[in-house]
């Protein structure tokens, strides 16, 4: 009990100094910033999510004493909340079938494992939060949220060239348009990669209790795409409920397009050269970004014509001929 709690304090004060780096300024601190769910994530998984709740706890507290109550509530909605649930999620699992075979020798129940596809569905859930929660920090109203934006981003380009021009105010107002879709991103994508990083390190120690998934199955919840056409309808509309829907259309966009990675992992199974044109792929989206755009049109492709189930169908070989 000593060594369980200790670990969830060291990963606690891991976290919490990662998180409070993004104070001294340095840009190192920005990568240590989204990297702070790690050590919680690693602990959740490793040994348990009742770890990463107790570190994620007294990180909280720890914050809240020397920074205030601000970086207290910060931290467990953006880090604590996502690390535990997330790390629950990735050993949730059920028995399925017999547990013992008519043989009456004992034998290991099969486990259904939670859907990685699910998580993803969480992920994008836990970075619309945390963007919607710090815009709702700027303002409760979207004129306010968006006038502190521009004069926000107006004040950083006054500071770099105070020659400032038109153009500049006409370059703030697309930035603050696409910022809130921005941000998700970044929260998608930071949190998928903190959560991947925290499996590998558990795996590689020997501590995560489950197999590892078969990732180029990984696919949505068929809802999804409802939710997604809901979400679009609403980006119309204006307000408030416009801003919440545009970083709800964001969140689950990046979750089709890690989807549309799994289908591409599919359908170039058979293909000549496979691991240089998937190097090629994932550097483009990472140096250009748009390509990202053409993997989620496969990712919604997939969720709508099943590409993978028609491709892996056409591989299968034919039936034997029935005496």
């Not at 997330?86 to 075979?101: D, E, K, T």
Request: hydrophobic share 55%.
């Amino acid at each position: 009990m000593m060594a369980f709690g200790l670990i969830a304090l060291i990963a606690g004060a891991a976290s919490a100094l990662m998180f409070a780096s993004i104070i001294s300024g340095a840009l190192i601190s920005l990568v240590l910033f989204y990297l702070a769910p790690l050590p919680l994530m690693v602990a959740a998984i490793g040994w348990g999510p009742l770890c990463a709740s107790l570190g994620g706890i007294a990180a909280a507290i720890g914050l809240g004493a020397l920074f205030g109550l601000p970086y207290c509530i910060a931290f467990a909605v953006t880090v604590a909340l996502p690390a535990w649930w997330l790390g629950h999620l990735v050993l949730l699992g059920r028995q399925v079938g017999s547990a013992a075979p008519a043989t009456g020798t004992s034998a290991a129940p099969d486990i259904e494992w939670y859907p990685v596809g699910r998580i993803l569905l969480w992920i994008a859930g836990f970075a619309t939060l945390t963007t919607m929660a710090a815009l709702l920090t700027l303002g409760t109203d979207a004129e306010t949220i968006t006038g502190t934006l521009r004069r926000g981003l107006m004040r950083l380009l006054r500071a770099t060239d105070p020659q400032t021009s038109g153009e500049a105010s006409q370059f703030v107002d697309a930035m603050v348009r696409i910022a809130p879709a921005a941000a998700t991103i970044a929260a998608t994508m930071t949190l998928t990669l903190n959560l991947w990083l925290s499996a590998k390190v558990t795996a590689t120690s020997g501590r995560l209790r489950r197999p590892w998934p078969d990732l180029k199955t990984t696919e949505l919840p068929q809802m999804t795409l409802v939710v997604l056409c809901v979400s679009l309808a609403f980006c119309f509309t204006g307000g408030l409920l416009a801003i919440v829907a545009q970083i709800a259309t964001a969140a689950l966009m990046m979750s089709y397009a890690l989807a549309g990675f799994a289908v591409l992992h599919t359908l170039t199974l058979a293909l000549n050269g496979r691991t240089f044109w998937l190097g090629s792929t994932y550097a483009a989206v990472v140096v250009f970004g748009w390509p990202v755009v053409a993997i989620v049109i496969l990712g919604l492709a997939d969720a709508v014509f099943g590409l993978r189930a028609r491709y892996l169908r056409s591989r299968q070989p034919p039936p034997l001929p029935t005496p």
